[in-house]
T-cell receptor
Framework: AQSVTQLDSQVPVFEEAPVELRCNYS??????LFWYVQYPNQGLQLLLK??????LVKGINGFEAEFNKSQTSFHLRKPSVHISDTAEYFC???????????FGSGTRLLVRP | DGGITQSPKYLFRKEGQNVTLSCEQN?????MYWYRQDPGQGLRLIYY???????QKGDIAEGYSVSREKKESFPLTVTSAQKNPTAFYLC?????????????FGPGTRLTVL
């Protein structure tokens, strides 16, 4: 069955340090992959998406992610984080021919000064 | 500006009462969705609708009901049958042309049962 795993529930990091948030999925068919960000008491905002083509995807706010089909991963990275990046980040997967998005449990990024 | 609105932002309910959460979109999207968010559990799909007058149960539909009488609106009713309704509820919408149907989210409604 389709599922998404975000192994890290919380990632603390100092300001201006690099960060990687991990996402692994399981699916036997072609997938489309998404990263969303959620600030406290708000809805979700799309950071980036992989639909096809280049496996390195660039998104808003300096984030990027790389799709690795052999490892079924879609890790999110940022070379230098800011205090304002403190938020919850969700990885989501949609199988081809399905409207349903399957979300991971989220990773809380905590950026410290 | 195009977007999704949800009201109210905060909602308090007594046990045994039904409540209805509003979701409206002006993005001209055919598909709409309702999710429930609990701490540490990510988002779980309650109901979704791909077209007016049609909707399907998601993974946790028990105790909830929806209607889709207009393209722009997809209200969610939390009934007294829902055992643990306190949660953050998110509405989303998307176009239906594959594969570019990323979902756009509203700001959410926080429901608390007193």
């Amino acid at each position: 069955a389709q599922s998404v795993t975000q192994l890290d529930s919380q990632v603390p990091v100092f300001e201006e340090a690099p960060v990687e948030l991990r996402c692994n999925y399981s699916s036997s068919v072609s997938v489309y992959l998404f990263w969303y960000v959620q600030y406290p008491n708000q809805g979700l905002q799309l950071l980036l998406k992989y639909l096809s083509g280049s496996t390195l995807v660039k998104g808003i706010n300096g984030f990027e992610a790389e799709f690795n089909k052999s490892q079924t991963s879609f890790h999110l990275r940022k070379p230098s984080v800011h205090i304002s990046d403190t938020a919850e980040y969700f990885c989501a997967v949609r199988e081809d021919s399905s409207y349903k998005l399957i979300f991971g449990s989220g990773t809380r990024l905590l950026v410290r000064p | 500006d195009g977007g999704i609105t949800q009201s109210p932002k905060y909602l308090f309910r007594k046990e045994g009462q039904n409540v209805t959460l509003s979701c409206e979109q002006n993005l001209n999207h055919d598909a709409m969705y309702w999710y429930r968010q609990d701490p540490g559990q990510g988002l779980r799909l309650i109901y979704y609708s791909q077209i007016v007058n049609d909707f399907q149960k998601g993974d946790i539909a028990e105790g909830y009901s929806v209607s889709r009488e207009k393209k722009e609106s997809f209200p969610l009713t939390v009934t007294s049958a829902q055992k643990n309704p306190t949660a953050f509820y998110l509405c989303a919408s998307s176009a239906t042309g594959f594969p570019y149907n990323e979902q756009f989210f509203g700001p959410g409604t926080r429901l608390t049962v007193l």
